[in-house]
């Protein structure tokens, strides 16, 4: 080792030793005679007394080795806010490892640099107190994690990386295979197929850290690749898949957030959306929607006459001028709907706004009662098909609780959210999975699913913390004819089924058990526990939302030469991504 002690270390018992530390410059300071150095390492900092002569090359971030003693800080000048502030080195030696250029941004402010310039220089960020430590704690994450796992009796295995495209909900990447031209490898969407498959294969419980790889549309605070704690087992059922959830969380936030993590309680689908508009409600707040379809069964009103009405009310929001409800409505257009309709009450009890004249006297007179509203608040409304008015109304109600700042700063909130719809109706009037085509039925819905696509639920589950879907899995479609049925009823002919999964329906004829299982997502639930919005702020060299990566300039075109190897056509030059040099327009600081 070129070095005896690691920097931040060092202590007053420490004092009168000789030691060789080695680091980074991270602050100098002149005092006439003498240069004041802040060492660092990665166990943190020490105060380093350099002569003048010996340190006047010095600059910020240069990487240099020193040698001294550790001796007392005179009286008055200690630094209550360095574990080492006791003490400092009075260095006899001192040799520059390496140079520095000049910083394209400085590392030791609170002031960062621009998302685009950070990640550019990724390797200079995090040389920042801040991404060092989320990425130690990542490795904390994994560590805790892998003892939940080992103590709960599952083996870690390592699936394919280069597999066969799979419907996981979203577009492949693939990859050419050089020695079979025009023939393409996938790269996972997730491993569940593999891991279905390793439960065939008698292993009974498996996990894995999991890369997959998703090319999904842009989307803000989504990577192209990310991590899944990916689990499978069997001969269970639902309740015993969700403890194995449990067991991993409680682990993770008693130790990491000292938060004690209680009995996780457990809501529909169907209650989640109709009492807070989302399948991932936050339940540190407790604002919750009113169904008014009922209510408003006769109105004179034709927004209102719609298969679906609900309310959720703001608390003090009818004192909002009327800027602010013009801004409602752009917030409201911003998420592609038409806008958010709205009643005040005043101190009195009169209704205004716009819908307030549209409506009966009848009610008029029962609407505060019916939404139980306050004088001073204010009432958002949304009509038409449940779900997406449901959708419009749970997005106000969270966008209440910022406003109003109602969520308590280091509060956790954990819930189950089961008994998801099994299918879903497409645009165009068809119908898909929810999940994924090998989630079993509800055993209430096992023989009658194909009959009534619109009200069959699946035996699907997810986590949610703090408003975030932080888990997802289900029980597994076990029964070779039934999986057939599930086939049909999404239109897909037996021909076409084992054309898409022929070698795991092959699988299916050898005694498959009764499996389920789960994935956690890795990113956000470090992203948690690190207290960052951002989950590229946990991955060490992210990408944009687009999928540009700032570091390297990836993707980038390949050569003639390659192409060729590869056995692809010569393809048309494809303009720039968002982000990327050369594309038009500016950067989103959001991607």
Same mark, same amino acid.
């Given at each position: 080792m070129l070095r005896t002690h690691d920097a931040g270390t060092l202590r007053a018992s420490d004092a009168g030793s000789t030691v060789t530390l080695a680091?980074?410059?991270?602050?100098?300071?002149?005092?006439?005679?003498?240069?004041?150095? @802040?060492?660092? @390492?990665?166990? /943190? $900092?020490?105060?380093?007394?350099?002569?003048?002569?010996?340190?006047?090359?010095?600059r910020n971030e240069f990487c240099v080795l020193v040698t001294g003693e550790v001796r007392q800080r005179p009286a008055g000048n200690e630094n209550p806010d360095l574990p080492t502030g006791e003490i400092e080195v009075a260095a006899a030696e001192l040799r520059v490892l390496s140079s520095a250029a000049p910083l394209p941004f400085p590392i030791e402010t609170d002031q960062a640099a621009s998302d685009d310039v950070r990640y550019k220089y990724r390797y200079l960020d995090l040389r920042r107190q801040g991404p060092a430590r989320i990425l130690r704690l990542r490795s904390e994450v994994n560590r805790i994690a892998r003892g939940v796992m080992a103590r709960n009796g599952f083996t870690e295995v390592e699936t394919p990386d280069l597999t066969r495209s799979t419907p996981e909900g979203a577009r492949d990447f693939v990859v050419p295979v050089r020695l079979q031209p025009g023939k393409w490898y996938a790269l996972p969407q997730s491993p569940q197929l593999f891991k279905q498959l390793l439960m065939i294969g008698g292993l009974e419980r498996y996990y894995q850290i999991a890369r997959c790889f998703r090319d999904e549309d842009f989307r803000a605070d989504r990577q192209p690749e990310f991590t899944q704690l990916d689990f499978e087992m069997s001969f269970v059922e639902r309740d015993d898949v969700l403890a194995v959830v449990e067991d991993v969380v409680r682990a993770l936030w008693s130790e990491l957030a000292g938060h004690e993590v209680g009995e996780i309680p457990r809501m529909t689908y169907r209650e989640a959306m109709d009492r807070f508009g989302s399948d991932k409600p936050d339940l540190r707040f407790g604002i919750e929607l009113t169904e008014l379809t009922s209510f408003f069964a006769d109105t004179p009103f034709r927004v209102f006459q719609a298969p679906y009405v609900g309310a959720v009310v703001m608390p003090g929001g009818g004192s909002q001028p009327r800027r602010a409800f013009d801004a409602w409505q752009d917030w409201a257009r911003s998420r592609g709907y038409r806008g958010l309709a709205y009643v005040t009450i005043a101190e009195d009890g009169t209704l205004g706004g716009p819908v307030a004249k549209n409506i009966s006297d009848a009610e008029r007179a029962g609407l505060v009662e019916a939404v139980g509203a306050s004088p001073g608040d204010c009432v958002f409304f949304a009509a038409g098909p449940r779900r997406s008015s449901q959708e419009l109304l749970g997005a106000a109600r969270n966008e209440i609780a910022k406003r109003l700042e109602l969520i308590e700063p280091g509060s956790w909130s954990f819930l189950f959210v089961v008994d998801f719809p099994m299918f879903e109706e497409t645009e165009d009037g068809d119908w898909t999975f929810m999940h994924h085509p090998f989630t079993s039925p509800t055993p209430e819905w096992r023989e009658g699913f194909a009959d009534d696509k619109a009200n069959a639920l699946s035996d699907a589950y997810d986590l949610v913390v703090n408003g975030n879907e932080l888990a997802s899995g289900s029980v597994r479609i076990a029964d070779p004819d039934l999986q057939e049925r599930v086939f049909e009823t999404l239109g897909m002919s037996r021909e076409e089924a084992r054309e898409r999964f022929g070698f795991f329906l092959e699988a299916f004829a $050898?005694?498959?058990?009764?499996?389920? /299982?789960?994935?956690? /997502?890795?990113?956000r639930l470090t992203a948690l526990l690190a207290g960052v919005d951002s989950i590229r702020e946990v991955i060490a060299f992210p990408k944009t939302g687009a999928g540009y990566d700032p570091l390297t300039g990836a993707p980038t075109p390949i050569s003639d030469a390659q192409r060729k190897e590869a056995g692809i056509d010569a393809l048309a030059e494809e303009p720039a991504l968002p982000g990327q040099p050369g594309a038009p327009g500016p950067t989103d600081p959001t991607s």
């Amino acid at each position: 080792m070129l070095r005896t002690h690691d920097a931040g270390t060092l202590r007053a018992s420490d004092a009168g030793s000789t030691v060789t530390l080695a680091g980074w410059v991270a602050r100098r300071r002149d005092h006439g005679g003498v240069v004041f150095v @802040d060492l660092r @390492d990665a166990s /943190g $900092y020490v105060q380093v007394v350099v002569r003048e002569e010996e340190a006047h090359a010095l600059r910020n971030e240069f990487c240099v080795l020193v040698t001294g003693e550790v001796r007392q800080r005179p009286a008055g000048n200690e630094n209550p806010d360095l574990p080492t502030g006791e003490i400092e080195v009075a260095a006899a030696e001192l040799r520059v490892l390496s140079s520095a250029a000049p910083l394209p941004f400085p590392i030791e402010t609170d002031q960062a640099a621009s998302d685009d310039v950070r990640y550019k220089y990724r390797y200079l960020d995090l040389r920042r107190q801040g991404p060092a430590r989320i990425l130690r704690l990542r490795s904390e994450v994994n560590r805790i994690a892998r003892g939940v796992m080992a103590r709960n009796g599952f083996t870690e295995v390592e699936t394919p990386d280069l597999t066969r495209s799979t419907p996981e909900g979203a577009r492949d990447f693939v990859v050419p295979v050089r020695l079979q031209p025009g023939k393409w490898y996938a790269l996972p969407q997730s491993p569940q197929l593999f891991k279905q498959l390793l439960m065939i294969g008698g292993l009974e419980r498996y996990y894995q850290i999991a890369r997959c790889f998703r090319d999904e549309d842009f989307r803000a605070d989504r990577q192209p690749e990310f991590t899944q704690l990916d689990f499978e087992m069997s001969f269970v059922e639902r309740d015993d898949v969700l403890a194995v959830v449990e067991d991993v969380v409680r682990a993770l936030w008693s130790e990491l957030a000292g938060h004690e993590v209680g009995e996780i309680p457990r809501m529909t689908y169907r209650e989640a959306m109709d009492r807070f508009g989302s399948d991932k409600p936050d339940l540190r707040f407790g604002i919750e929607l009113t169904e008014l379809t009922s209510f408003f069964a006769d109105t004179p009103f034709r927004v209102f006459q719609a298969p679906y009405v609900g309310a959720v009310v703001m608390p003090g929001g009818g004192s909002q001028p009327r800027r602010a409800f013009d801004a409602w409505q752009d917030w409201a257009r911003s998420r592609g709907y038409r806008g958010l309709a709205y009643v005040t009450i005043a101190e009195d009890g009169t209704l205004g706004g716009p819908v307030a004249k549209n409506i009966s006297d009848a009610e008029r007179a029962g609407l505060v009662e019916a939404v139980g509203a306050s004088p001073g608040d204010c009432v958002f409304f949304a009509a038409g098909p449940r779900r997406s008015s449901q959708e419009l109304l749970g997005a106000a109600r969270n966008e209440i609780a910022k406003r109003l700042e109602l969520i308590e700063p280091g509060s956790w909130s954990f819930l189950f959210v089961v008994d998801f719809p099994m299918f879903e109706e497409t645009e165009d009037g068809d119908w898909t999975f929810m999940h994924h085509p090998f989630t079993s039925p509800t055993p209430e819905w096992r023989e009658g699913f194909a009959d009534d696509k619109a009200n069959a639920l699946s035996d699907a589950y997810d986590l949610v913390v703090n408003g975030n879907e932080l888990a997802s899995g289900s029980v597994r479609i076990a029964d070779p004819d039934l999986q057939e049925r599930v086939f049909e009823t999404l239109g897909m002919s037996r021909e076409e089924a084992r054309e898409r999964f022929g070698f795991f329906l092959e699988a299916f004829a $050898y005694g498959p058990p009764p499996h389920a /299982g789960a994935a956690l /997502g890795w990113d956000r639930l470090t992203a948690l526990l690190a207290g960052v919005d951002s989950i590229r702020e946990v991955i060490a060299f992210p990408k944009t939302g687009a999928g540009y990566d700032p570091l390297t300039g990836a993707p980038t075109p390949i050569s003639d030469a390659q192409r060729k190897e590869a056995g692809i056509d010569a393809l048309a030059e494809e303009p720039a991504l968002p982000g990327q040099p050369g594309a038009p327009g500016p950067t989103d600081p959001t991607s």
